[in-house]
């Protein structure tokens, strides 16, 4: 997922962010 070239980031409330990345590639926890 990571070589996949988007840039995934942890914001301040502890919820995984992510620019450029299609649906199937966003994770919910």
Known sequence: MFQQGFK?????NGV?????APSQFLIIK
Do not use: A, H, P
């Open 8 to 12: 995934f980031y942890l914001s301040d």
């Open 16 to 20: 995984w962010l992510t620019k450029q």
